[in-house]
């Protein structure tokens, strides 16, 4: 590399740092949910005997998590549009288990190429199916206890559904975006998503069974409450 | 003096009429020769170079501001430098250039007396060998000589050695004073390659004053850069009635662009072709040099005047415009006017005749593919389309089906009942508008339906054990494949087969349902598979589809039928074949049914309904339609377009006919019988540029066997194939063969849908293939779909067998696939991976040990070694997703890892075989 292009570069990255770090926002807030909420459907887990093992009781369907504070878990947020420039691929990896004959955890947020360490903590034949439309999916045969493999998704796509054809209660979901402004509600329902550049965005709440619902929103510097609410 | 002789004419003034005339031919000369020069072409052809001149120019900038400016001083100096020095070493150079002059000699000397010795040397060998033969005594002698000459030799040939190695140093040496400089002169040249390229090109294609000149007129019979392109295409001919000449096609005179990249942007005429990967390239299937241009466009190809090369405008608008530019007009006399683009792919069918689809002509095989839904083979006898299906239903138990008013309704308007038939509206037409051409079609269709009627054999019914539920039918019909040819009510699904919305309105339970039970029982020749289907499950179906009705249709009034009328239409049909009484006294003799049934049989043998359906009476009877085999070529003026204000060209006739067939009559007076007969399909208009094209593609035109397409033996079986699956309509349920499966398209989960057959050759086993199509069997017991029973013949299920084996370049093979083989640590190796992959999850081993509790169940190895082909099953265990998008199968092997390191050394490949060969082996689990 010539001096002067070195000098661009580093005056490039400066100026990215300045940018960045000198306004950034954080969206944070919940998904409510009104109404009562739906008894959890029972499942059989009877035809693994590895998995009845595990479950005796069976277990119940976690397409719907209604929190005891009223609020709803498993909603993917994200920045649906408004998100500008490039941003670069997590060194880090998510990793995505498969335990107790269920997917851990159900809803994630993914970048683009970034790794997606799929583990087997069970001790039966697991796989794993991703069945995106944007890019190449996957179907994993995974029969050994403890046995880790190594993807990833080249394409934005929300959401991208992942299941097992072994145990059909097994569903997951990934949200891949080509940038990190995304959050998943946790078991208050809170979601935050954090060093948002100001700006006019669209954001969107996602979830399983309720679907999906959009809010524009003009973020200043600081910090930003808002919520969505699902309805049965 | 002699007095001057009188004479009866001014001298004067002849020779002032002398010099006027000879001006005006002078004149006239000039003339000739400017207008005999100046040609539309070369208007075109200097553009084009001024076009290509500028291109150049524009690179030569690229390429000179492409040139390292900085560097190239830097060389320039360096040269300047190398060459200083060079001059500082002049009076060294002149001292080693003596030298080496000097050893020039001397190498000279030395090779010229080697070369004396050796000589001499010979000689003596061979008088001593020739004497020592011949026991002569001076063989010694000269035995002596050569032992004498022979060490002077070899001193000689060393001392020509040591010269020339001297002299080749000296020689180095001395360039060596130059090389720096050669190397800088050389390291310029690189830096300046491109600009000297692009400049070349410049020189070659801008205009000079040399190339002006040998342009100009009477000098451009040497060698002028603006001339005639022509294409002579050595196996063509062009037919000008009663001569025969060879090809040739001067299009590219103007169209000087069309087979070069980088002219895309451009106007016509210097316009890139679009598609230089299929046509034109030297590389593509059909280089221009081979076929020129007018085989595929037509038009006047040795003409170089744009109206005299039969140019087609794409509609009056462009004509208006064309006239106004160009002075261009239609060519009268020319046949064989340019087809207009959207049905240049007729041309294709010239040389690719024995193909089911042609490649890549999308427009014409949907012209094809609707000609023969809509029966268009059953009426007209087309050469090569004769081995066709008919594609109405049979009409020989047509009593056990449907009522006497639902088929007068029905005939009257079909699409009143159904608006998406196939079914042609016959009666009623443009043709036939007045009050007594309605009454006498009135009288037509209650004849027809009584003949019918009479005529329909008696078929025993079943009636359903149960009665049936319509939601489980609903559902059953969604889920069992129903919709892989047919649509009912709102769950759209392929229209290959009648919508089979409204049903309740058409006909009875017990029809239906034995129908659906066994369809060849009612039609042996049907198309209709048979699903298989369980009582109830044929109760329920019965049930949801008579559910729905279309009562309007029921309402529709029958119109009263005209005893009179009847009677004139039989009369009518008697003339030319007899006297007016004896055709009353034959009328006379029979009673009112005979008569209805007698114009029923008139009528159908009139309209030819017995073309597309089978029926009683009509069995030898030959179609009604024109021959179309050579349509596209027909002469024009053998055309009627009668008094229809339309551009008469091929086109415009064939568009205006399937629009509307019987508008041809407009304005003619014609008797009941001679009216056109076309019906009315009531084609979009996107269907009618489609079946146009495909019109235009007849032609009995031979095009020389060198010229077209010929097919191998195993590209024939292919299409035999080709022709049976648009027959069956597989690709209704299932992708293959570069179509998608309709059914397929519609099933969200691909796990869950009809299996891609690709590669499906490499796959099963022919033997097994050939059972299954003759009776299929449970494979995937998971899927809802049910692969139907075709009922096929012997001869068209091996025809499916090679074409599957023939699509995957696999040789179709009934004696089995040889067993791999393999040794016992490699079975016991195979049976632990079985194990340890937990395969027995989905798939079952067989029937007594069912899969150990998976949801889904995956096809039964124990097949194996019967269905599958041993390769096939190693790539599918290596990469299932490879073979089958969206399958259920996981792959073990990821990224080509195996996740068991301990067995067989962890070797994936080893593992596979080994996982194959122990799904082979008796010994194992799976047994055949």
């Known amino acids: 590399m010539r001096p002067k292009s070195l000098f661009s570069a580093a005056l490039f990255s400066l100026l990215m740092t300045f940018a960045i770090g000198s306004a950034q926002a954080a969206v944070t807030g919940k998904a409510l949910f009104e109404g009562a909420a739906p008894a959890a459907e029972k499942i059989k887990v009877d035809a693994d005997p590895k998995c ?91 029969p050994i206890k403890g046995m880790k493999l190594k993807k990833s998704f080249s394409k934005p796509e929300v959401m991208v559904k992942i299941k097992c054809e072994v145990h059909p209660w097994m569903a997951a979901y990934a949200g891949v975006l080509d940038h990190p402004f995304y959050s998943v509600t946790d078991d208050e329902g809170k979601f ?32 930003q409450e808002t919520s969505f609410t699902f309805k049965p | 003096m002699a007095k001057p002789t009188p004479t009866l004419y001014s ?152 010269a020339e190695k001297l002299r080749d140093e000296k020689a180095a040496q001395l360039e060596d004073f130059s090389a720096k400089e050669k190397e800088v002169k050389k390291e310029i040249e690189k830096l300046l390659a491109e600009k000297r390229l692009v400049q070349g090109k410049l020189d070659r294609v801008k205009p000079t004053l040399a190339k002006d000149i040998l342009n100009a007129p009477m000098l451009d019979f040497l060698k002028p850069s603006l001339q005639v392109q022509q294409i002579v295409l050595e196996d063509l001919y062009d037919d000008y009635h009663f001569a025969k000449t060879q090809k040739v ?7 000087q662009g069309i087979d070069q990249k980088g002219f895309e942007d451009m106007p016509q005429p210097f316009r890139t072709h679009p598609d230089l990967d299929l046509y034109l390239g030297s590389q593509s299937p059909h280089p221009v040099e081979k076929f020129g241009c007018t085989v595929c466009h037509s038009g006047s190809g040795h003409s170089v005047s744009f109206t005299d090369a039969a140019h087609t405008p794409s509609g009056p608008e462009e004509a208006r415009q064309w006239k106004k530019k160009y002075g261009w007009h239609d060519l009268e006399k020319w046949e064989q006017k340019m087809l207009p683009l959207e049905h240049a792919q007729a041309s294709c069918a010239k040389c690719h005749n024995d193909v089911v689809e042609v490649p890549q002509a999308d427009h014409l095989n949907e012209g094809r593919r609707l000609a023969a839904k809509f029966g268009c083979f059953n009426c007209h006898k087309i050469n090569g389309f004769e081995e066709r299906w008919k594609v109405g239903p049979d009409l020989t138990h047509l ?8 088929i007068t309704r029905w005939l009257h308007d079909p699409k009143a009942f159904r608006p998406s038939t196939q079914m042609p509206q016959i009666f009623h037409l443009s043709n036939h508008q007045d009050a007594a051409d309605r009454e006498r079609d009135n009288a037509a269709i209650a004849a027809i339906t009584a003949y019918l009627v009479k005529n329909s054999e008696p078929i025993t019914l079943m009636a359903a054990p149960i009665p049936g539920n319509p939601e489980e039918g609903e559902k059953l019909v969604k889920s069992l494949g129903c919709l892989g040819c047919h649509s009912v009510g709102d769950a759209k699904g392929d229209s290959f087969g009648p919508e089979l919305s409204n049903l309740g309105s058409k006909v009875g339970a017990d029809w239906l349902f034995t129908w659906i039970k066994d369809p060849k029982h009612y039609s042996s020749h049907t198309r209709m598979p048979n699903l298989r289907l369980s009582d109830p499950e044929a109760a329920h179906i019965t049930a949801y589809l008579l559910s729905q009705r279309n009562e309007s249709f029921e309402k529709t009034s029958i119109p009263e039928v005209m005893p009179e009328v009847v009677d004139s239409l039989i009369l009518e049909s008697f003339q030319g074949a007899m006297r007016a009484q004896e055709a009353r006294a034959k009328l006379d003799q029979m009673n009112a049914d005979e008569r209805l049934e007698f114009l029923g049989k008139k009528s159908i043998a009139h309209q030819g309904c017995f073309t597309c359906h089978a029926i009683k009476g009509f069995e030898d009877q030959k179609p009604i339609g024109a021959d179309l085999s050579n ?21 415009a006739f064939i568009e205006q006919k399937l629009k509307d067939p019987r508008i041809f009559d407009r304005g003619k007076i014609r008797s009941y019988y001679e009216k056109l007969r076309m019906p009315q399909f009531n084609f979009t208009d996107a269907e009618i540029e489609s079946l146009t094209t495909f019109v235009l593609s007849l032609t009995e035109e031979q095009v020389p066997l060198q010229m077209r397409k010929r097919l191998d033996l195993k590209e024939e079986r292919v ?10 309509n597989c690709n209704g349920c299932h992708t293959f063969d570069g179509k998608n499966g309709t059914l397929r398209e519609l099933t969200e989960d691909p796990g869950a849908a009809p299996p891609v057959l690709d590669g499906e050759g490499a796959k099963v086993q022919e033997k097994w293939l050939h059972e299954f199509l003759r009776q299929p069997t449970v494979i995937r017991p998971w899927l809802t779909y049910r692969m139907p029973t075709f009922g096929l013949n012997e001869k068209d299920t ?118 194959r060969d122990y799904l082979y082996h008796e010994n194992g689990v799976a047994k055949a």
Not at chain 2, 634 to 650: A, N, T
Not at chain 2, 722 to 727: C, H, K, N, Y
Request: charged share 25%.
């Open chain 2, 249 to 255: 096609d001067r299009c590219t005179t103007c169209h």
């Open chain 2, 399 to 406: 009593s056990g089906k449907v009522d006497e008013d639902w």
């Open chain 2, 719 to 728: 299409e035999e194939g080709r022709l049976l699956v648009a027959q069956f």
């Open chain 2, 798 to 915: 091996q025809a499916l067998v090679e074409y599957f084996a023939n699509l995957s370049h696999e040789e179709a093979s009934y004696k089995g696939h040889p067993v791999p083989e393999t040794t016992p640590e490699k079975l016991a190796a195979g049976q632990t991976i079985f194990n340890q992959f937990q395969c027995v999850k989905c798939h079952q081993l067989d029937a007594s040990s069912a899969a150990m509790g998976a949801s889904f169940l995956a096809p039964d190895l124990s097949l194996t070694k019967k269905r599958l082909k041993p390769n096939w099953v190693k790539a599918w265990i290596q990469n299932p997703e490879a073979l089958q998008a969206g399958t259920m199968m996981p792959s073990f092997f990821v990224d080509g890892q195996t996740p068991l390191t301990e067995i067989l050394g962890g070797d994936a490949q080893a593992q596979i075989e080994a996982i």
């Open chain 2, 631 to 651: 349509e596209g070529r027909k002469d024009i003026h053998q055309l009627d377009f009668g008094f229809v204000p339309i551009e008469h060209s091929r086109e």
């Open chain 1, 192 to 223: 935050e998503i954090k060093n948002l550049p100001p700006g006019n965005y669209v954001l969107e709440a996602w979830h399983e069974k309720y679907g999906a619902q959009t809010q524009n929103m003009t973020v200043a510097e600081g910090e």
């Open chain 2, 11 to 162: 001298i004067a003034k002849t020779f002032m009429w002398f010099a006027i005339i000879s001006l005006l031919l002078l004149g006239s000369l000039v003339a000739i020769v400017l207008m005999d020069h100046s040609r539309e072409w070369k208007v075109w052809q200097k553009k084009f170079v001024a076009i290509k001149t500028e291109r150049a120019k524009k690179e030569l900038a690229e390429a000179e501001a492409k040139v390292d400016k900085k560097q190239l001083a830097t060389l320039a100096e360096r040269l300047k430098q190398t060459q200083m020095e060079r001059k500082s070493q002049r009076a060294e150079m002149a001292k080693t250039r003596k030298e080496l002059e000097a050893l020039e000699v001397r190498f000279a000397q030395a090779k010229t007396h080697y070369q004396d010795q050796k000589q001499f040397q010979d000689s003596y060998r061979y008088y001593f060998e020739e004497y020592s033969t011949h026991h002569d005594p001076r063989a010694k002698e000269f035995q002596k000589k050569f032992q004498t000459i022979s060490p002077k030799v070899a001193a000689a040939k060393k001392e020509q050695d040591d």
């Open chain 1, 52 to 142: 009845k093992m595990m479950h005796p009781a069976g277990l119940e369907a976690s397409s719907v998590i209604v929190n005891s504070n009223g609020t709803l878990k498993n909603v993917f947020v994200y920045v649906k549009e408004g998100a500008q420039g490039k941003f670069e691929t997590p060194k880090e990896s998510v990793v995505f288990d498969q335990v107790g004959c269920e997917y851990k955890p159900k809803v994630f947020g993914i970048q683009v190429n970034q790794t997606l360490e799929i583990l087997n903590s069970d001790d039966t034949l697991h796989n794993v199916h991703s069945l995106p439309t944007q890019s190449q999916g996957f179907n994993l045969g995974m």
